[in-house]
C-alpha cells in the first residue's frame, strides 16, 4: 500500500546513484513501511544540470501557458487526493480528514498562484525626455533550492513549488525525509500536469549534506526554508554569504490573548479546535493562551475539554481524532518539556505522558500557571500541549505576547474595539487573528517577523521573492 518512494531528477524516477536508501516509518505503529533513496553529490549535480536546462526553457514558457500547466496540476492533486491522503496518514500520522483536506487545499494553493503567474506586471515609469522609454520589468529570479519539512509534507511543499513555478523558476525541492511519499506525489502531479522535467528535481538524502551542497551552488539563484529557527539561521547565513535570496519560514510560539470582555466559548472552540491538530505539530498552533483572571477558569476548562475529547489512534481508523508525534525525535522533545515545567510548579491539568506504549502518541496536555522560566514558556514545544496562564492587563497581556523572540502568529479575543485596535497594532507577529482563525488561505500572506523569519509564502507577496526586478531604459534614435 506504501509507494515506492524515487527521486525525480532530469525527467526520470530513480533511485539514487549509490543506490544508498534509508527507512520510512509509520509513527503510529513504529513498523518500517518503506524506504526513501538517499542522494549524494552526483545525484545533486543532475538535478542542479537539470535545474539550468529548465530555467532556460521555463522562463521562456508565456506566462499564460505556466498557468495552464499549474491549473492541470491542481486538478490532477485533486482528483488524487483520496489515496494522496492514505500515503500522508500512513507516513506522518496525522487523520485521513487531515490529510485529504491538505491535500484539496493544496490544489487551491495551486490555482491561486496559476492566477498570479498571468498578474507579475511591471511598470512603465514616465520619463524626463519624450523620446526615453522606462521600464520596470519582472525577471524569475532562477533555479531555486527548496527546502520543506514533515509536518505538512504537501502544504509546506506547494506553497513553494507553486510560486516559484508560477513565476518561472525552476526547482530542486528537498522533500522532507520522515514523509517522502505524500510530497513526491505532489511532485508528480505538477509533471503529469505538463511541467517539463527539467524544471522540477526532487531528492532526498542527508538535510545538512544537500542544504551545504545546493544553496552555495552557483546554479541556485534563490533558497526557501521551512523548519526550526536554529536551522533557518544557518541556512540564511550560508545564503547571505553566497548572496542569494533567501524566503525563511521559521518556527512560532503563538500567543493567545483571551481578554475579559471576550466570548469564552468563541475563544475556547475555535483555539481549542485548532491547537490539537496534526498533534500540535503546527508553526502557527496556538500555544501561550494567555487569559484575564474572570475568564481564565473557564479558558482551562474549556482546553481541558478540548484535549479530553481526542480519540487518539491510527490516522486510518474510523473516528480518530488525533494521531502520535510524526517521528521518534519529537515524543522526547515535547515530553521533557512537560516534564521540566512541571517540575518547576506549573499544573497539569490533563494529559502530559506518552500514551500508549507502541508508535509515538503523546497525550494531549493541558498545563496551567506555568512559571516563565519554564523551557516550554520559551521553546517551541510543537507538539499537543496548551499552556493556559493568567494575565490581567492590556500591557501585561501584550507584553507577554511579545516578550520572545518569535513573531509568527498571534491570536486574540475580545469583545472591545480598543483591545482589538491594540492587538491589531501592538503584536509583533507576522499574523494576527482576531476573534476568528483566519489564517493561512491561499490569497493572504504567510510569514513571520523576528526570529519566525522573513518573506511571505501566500497572498501576492509571496510572488514578489521570486521574481527580480531590471531597469530597461530605451532612447528611440
Ligand atoms: P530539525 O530542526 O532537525 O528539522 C526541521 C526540518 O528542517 C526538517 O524537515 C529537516 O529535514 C530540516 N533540516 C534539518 N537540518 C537541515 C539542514 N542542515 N539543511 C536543510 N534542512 C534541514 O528538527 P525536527 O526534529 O525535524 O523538527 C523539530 C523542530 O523543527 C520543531 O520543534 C519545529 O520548531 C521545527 N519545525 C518547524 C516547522 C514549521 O512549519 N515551521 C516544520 C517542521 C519542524
Redesign the pocket.
Known sequence: MYPQVLLHIAGAWRPAAAGETHPVVDPATEEEIGTHPVARQADLDDALAAAERGFALWRATSAFERARTLRRAADLLRERAPEIARVMTLEQGKPLAEATGETRAGADIIEWFAGEAQRAYGRVIPARAPNVTQLSLREPVGPVAC??????PIN?AVRKLSAALATGCSVVL?G???TPASCAALVRCFLDGGVPADVLSLVYGD??E??DYLIPHPVIRKVS???????GK??AALAGLHMKRITM????HAPALVFRDADVDLAVKVLGGTKFRNAG???IAPTRILAEGPVFDAVVAGFAQAAERQTLGHGLEEGVTMGPLA?A??LP?VSALVEDAVARGARLVTGGQRHGNKGYFYAPTVLADVPRDARIMNE?P?GPVAIVNRIDGADALLAEANRLPYGLAAYGYTGSQVSADRMSSELEAGMVSINHHGIALPELPFGGVKDSGYGSEGGAEAIESYLSVKLVTRAAL
Do not use: M, Y
Not at 147 to 152: K, Y
Not at 249 to 252: A, D, K, M, T
Open positions: 527546502f520543506t519539512p514533515w509536518n505538512f509546506q528537498k522532507p525525509e520522515d538535510p545538512k544537500i542544504s526554508f521551512t523548519g526550526s529557527t536554529q536551522i544557518q541556512l519560514e521559521l518556527g512560532g505539530q503546527v508553526c517521528h525525535r519529537r522533545a517551541e510543537f
